[in-house]
């Protein structure tokens, strides 16, 4: 590369020499992570996981999204969150597990329901929406706000012993939305952890999985999920990988103007 200006200094050289090592990702890749602002709805089993990774990871500004406390029974799985974070905002202490990390990771703490124009704004603020969140309604309307801002979706999900990945792009004309994978009507069960129970681990390799597309999408390394499935089932150890077509009928990001 020439004239490119080196902006990382020694110790973030040092910092992520383990990727800029990697064949394709070098210093451009870990520049682009530096560069990059992350939104992540939700720092329960799933956003754990995923916000101790990106943060260590590099990428450079996390907008973090909860409007929830730490409860002693989130601890067999929502591992950002100490003992003595219990009945703190999981932003409060997820933003504190980060900077522990990386002090120099940018945070946002969204301590509150991130929902309508609200929600509208910070999807178009960010590179990328990490949907960590543990319902339906909350799924279709990230999902909503992410087409209307062309802005790239790493979507994942576990509950009991089972768990999905799956990334959407908007920038890309073939990659369908989660409204193509999902009919919103079909959304009526709670799907949430403290409904149904989890296994602890199940989450960090689900939030592993969606922190890792979240880095491959931002440092243009490798290939992504987009528009294809992975499911988990930790019962029987098997993964399932299944393509998902784009709906051109679809509401949300469909061509269809009935809607
Ligand atoms: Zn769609």
């Known amino acids: 590369m020439t004239n490119r200006i080196n902006i990382m200094n020694d110790e973030q050289l040092l910092q992520y020499s383990r990727h800029i090592m990697l064949d394709g990702f070098d210093v451009e890749g870990q520049q682009r992570l530096l560069d990059a602002k992350v939104l992540i709805v939700g720092l329960g089993g799933l ?21 929830d406390d730490v409860d002693l029974s ?29 002090p120099d990771t940018r945070i946002q703490c ?11 704004d910070a999807v178009s603020s960010v590179d990328l929406v990490v949907d960590a969140s543990d319902n339906f309604k909350t799924r279709f309307e990230i999902n909503k706000a992410c087409v209307q801002a062309q802005t790239p979706l790493v979507s994942g999900a576990a509950i009991r012993s089972e768990g999905q990945v799956i990334v959407f792009n908007p920038q890309d004309d073939n990659s369908p939305c989660y409204r193509c994978l999902y009919d919103e009507g079909a959304g009526d069960e709670n799907l949430s952890c403290s409904d149904n129970g989890v296994l602890s ?3 960090g390799i689900i939030g ?23 499911i988990f089932d930790a019962k029987i150890m098997e993964w399932r990988k299944l393509a998902v077509a784009r709906n051109p009928q679809c509401p949300v990001c469909g061509n269809s103007t009935d809607s």
């Open 47 to 67: 956003g754990c996981p995923i916000a101790l990774y990106l943060a260590s990871a590099g990428v450079g500004e996390l907008w973090l999204a909860d409007f």
């Open 74 to 102: 989130n601890l067999q799985r929502q591992i950002a969150h100490s003992r003595t974070d219990i009945g703190r905002p999981k932003v409060a202490s997820a933003a504190e597990a980060i900077a522990a990390i990386n």
């Open 110 to 120: 969204i301590n509150e329901k991130l929902t309508g124009q609200f929600l509208t």
């Open 201 to 203: 681990p199940l989450v």
């Open 208 to 230: 592993s999985l969606q922190a890792l597309e979240t880095v491959k999408l931002l440092s243009q390394f490798g290939q992504t999920l987009t528009g294809k499935l992975m």
